[in-house]
């Protein structure tokens, strides 16, 4: 019994790419359930270290101008329960009450309220920083396995026209 060797090789070409077939589809599954996800993740990370950031850095400002411009306090209206709100005088500004993270509060001096409001800006920049960096990581990744799915693609293509 002979072999006819063009069958064979016609086999072969064709199992090469249900192969590249199947292999474009686990690539591109694995883009976009694992890589886009992770992506997205870290960019949410990101959102709210900038949100944090911005709070810190509005506080500061909001500070300096209590310093600078109003030493000797300022008139508000307090809100005293179901929106009924009371004008009220603050005179004294030498400390403020400071969220420091899980809702805990410390008596600060305006002074030392910016200077940790300074320390805060710079870690949550550096924690973003590193966050960046891994989202980078993370679109070359992306760019990366679109390239092995563009060259899976022109294999495919290159043994049809044959």
Known sequence: MQVNPKHNTEAHRQAEQDANKARITQIEE???????????????????????????????????????????????????????????????MDSILV?????????????????????????????????RDESVKKRAQIKMALIAISERTKLIQQDESK
């Open 30 to 92: 694995f883009i976009n359930e694992v890589l886009k996800e992770d992506l997205r993740e870290l960019e949410k990370c990101i959102g709210q270290y900038n949100e944090e950031i911005m709070e810190y850095v509005q506080l500061k400002n909001t500070l300096q101008t209590f310093d600078t411009h109003l030493p000797d306090g300022y008139k508000t209206q307090v809100n005293i329960g179901s929106n009924v709100f009371m004008q009220a005088r603050v005179r004294k």
């Open 99 to 131: 969220d420091v993270g899980k809702n805990v509060f410390l008596d600060m001096s305006i002074p030392d309220a910016e200077r940790f409001c300074d320390t805060r800006v710079k870690i949550l920049t550096k924690q973003s920083d590193v966050l």
